[in-house]
């Protein structure tokens, strides 16, 4: 239909693309920011050039749909669906994790069970309805008024989609320095060099973080290295445990039992500003620390990131010695190395327990790749399946004491030294069931989430119980045994701080080193 009623139709059709264009932008933006104040200040003030480059990629991947359906309602849906699902799902991890949705993440989504249940049923009910009325509308819009809509030829609808391609592709080089798109994206204000990558994205947004990060440059080479050096260093470290280690009764790593113990979210809420608790929920791991090595450590990540610093406790790397492009270790790394050196190496008998499934984090990958000779796991089967999986309260979780009970179960198994990984899952989020006879109140102004930040602290007491028996228990085992114990990270649940004004101390997690008598 030629006429001048046609031409209005399509005119508005393209206003409606630019406008969404724009209107998406802007809620990436606060899904990033959670403040309408600070979104307007970013995208309309300091940092408006990102955001209309911004908005032009979203522009073009809307022409893709387009191209691809050749029916504009079809290309709505699947364009505001697409991107109505990114805004929730970035919302979600800066509330929980404070940072955005990275390209690592995708390969998450072969857990998508496991992460749904992280996530209250209200919240996913509200997006299935959501997503299902929407697209049911642009369906029965499509049938109504297809034949007045905009149709393309073969040649501009592959247009569309080259347009949409390259409008990723772009970036896959814009970190390198000295590229053209690094060049350019510089220009525009683009930054992925700075020490936090929530301020990345708040700068920068989250879909231009996004795409910053597709490609991944493991660690930059520095402008020394060498065999030599290399030999130099491992020298100089050498003769200093040499040193360290001639008096030691107990000097053969490989003849001890090391148990790594990652105790997930644990970190005492009394260090954190801001909130109070009517009871210290860990009176046995304070005593036990001030008897022991013990201190803090600086976490890399908040509310998440347990995979991360599980690598680091494995290989002695630390985080900020990568590229700044390399998000996950595990999956962008181990899994593609053929024999990556870590603390299993020094041991010929090795296990890995973790009550959760074996896939998360390609765990069952990158323990294969560590020379693990078992992993046991709440999937596992057969001889490999956990011995002990109760919960406490209304929890979904393996709670602590049945992960020490098969801990302690694999101590026995081998006569000498072994290494034994045990990676934890009681006081995981969410924090929305409940314990019974909790005891623990909280006040402050650090969360909008007090009863949570409750619930937290009972499952840490728990933790702090299961704990001195575990320890207790290996004392009675005669063999040495030494533990390292850490928490991986804060609880996510502290929203009201700010993480620029607390940084350091809300990323401050327990640690401790046990050794029973006779490893003494």
Not at 267 to 291: A, C
Not at 435 to 449: C, E, H, I, M, V
Request: glycine share 6%; with cysteine.
């Amino acid at each position: 239909m030629h006429t001048k009623q046609s031409r209005i139709v399509h005119f508005l059709q393209f206003i409606f693309i630019v406008l969404s264009a724009f209107a998406v932008g802007y809620l990436l933006e606060f899904s990033q920011m959670n403040s309408i104040i600070n979104t307007n200040m970013i995208l309309f003030k300091t940092n408006v050039k990102p955001y209309l480059l911004t908005v032009l990629i979203l522009f073009l991947l809307y022409l893709g749909f387009y191209g691809i359906f050749n029916r504009f309602f079809y290309a709505t849906a699947g364009f505001y669906v697409l991107f109505g699902i990114y805004v929730i799902v970035n919302w979600l991890k800066v509330k929980y994790r404070s940072e955005p949705v990275l390209p690592t993440d995708l390969l998450m989504l072969t857990n998508t069970k496991q992460l749904l249940s992280m996530v209250t049923w209200k919240i996913v009910i509200l997006v299935v309805v959501a997503l299902v009325v929407g697209i049911a509308i642009c369906i029965f819009l499509e049938k109504l008024f297809s034949h007045e809509l905009m149709r393309f030829n073969p040649v501009i609808r592959i247009i569309f989609i080259i347009l949409a391609i390259f409008s990723i592709a772009g970036f896959y080089n814009v970190n390198r320095e000295g590229s053209w798109s690094n060049r350019f994206m510089t220009s525009l204000g683009y930054s992925n060099f700075t020490p936090n990558i929530s301020m990345t994205a708040q700068s920068n947004g989250p879909l231009l973080t996004f795409l910053g990060n597709m490609h991944v440059d493991i660690m930059d080479k520095p402008s020394d290295y060498s065999p030599q050096t290399m030999k130099k260093i491992v020298n100089k470290y050498q003769n200093v445990a040499d040193k360290i280690n001639k008096k030691r009764p107990n000097n053969n790593l490989d003849k001890q039992t090391l148990i790594y113990v990652l105790s997930e979210s644990f970190s005492n809420p009394s260090r954190v500003p801001n909130i109070k608790l009517n009871e210290d929920p860990t009176p046995n791991i304070n005593k036990i620390k001030s008897e022991n090595t013990s201190g803090l450590m600086l976490s890399s990540g908040y509310g998440g990131g347990t995979a991360n610093m599980e690598y680091m406790t494995f290989t002695g790397l630390a985080f900020n010695q990568f590229s700044k492009s390399l998000q996950s270790p595990y999956t962008q790394l181990v899994v593609k190395q053929k024999h990556p050196l870590n603390i299993v190496n020094d041991f010929e008998n090795s296990a890995a327990i973790h009550p959760y499934y074996s896939n998360f984090y390609d765990r069952d990958k990158v323990y294969d790749k560590f020379g693990l000779q078992s992993f046991r796991t709440l999937d596992s089967k057969g001889k490999l399946a956990l011995k002990y999986k109760d919960t406490s309260g209304s929890s979904e979780f393996v709670n602590d004491e049945s992960s020490y009970k098969d801990t302690l179960w694999q101590v026995n198994q081998v006569k000498g030294g072994q290494f034994i990984s045990l990676v934890t899952m009681q006081n995981h989020m969410p924090y929305n069931m409940s314990y019974p006879d909790n005891q623990f109140k909280a006040t402050g102004t650090a969360t909008s989430l007090l009863l949570q930040a409750g619930t937290y602290s009972k499952g840490l007491n728990i933790t702090d119980g299961a704990t001195k028996t575990f320890l207790d228990k290996l004392d009675a085992i005669k063999k040495p045994i030494t533990v390292v114990w850490y928490g991986d990270h804060l609880p996510g649940i502290y929203d009201k701080n700010s993480m620029e004004k607390y940084n350091v101390v809300q990323h401050e997690t327990d640690y401790f080193i046990y050794s029973n008598k006779y490893a003494l």
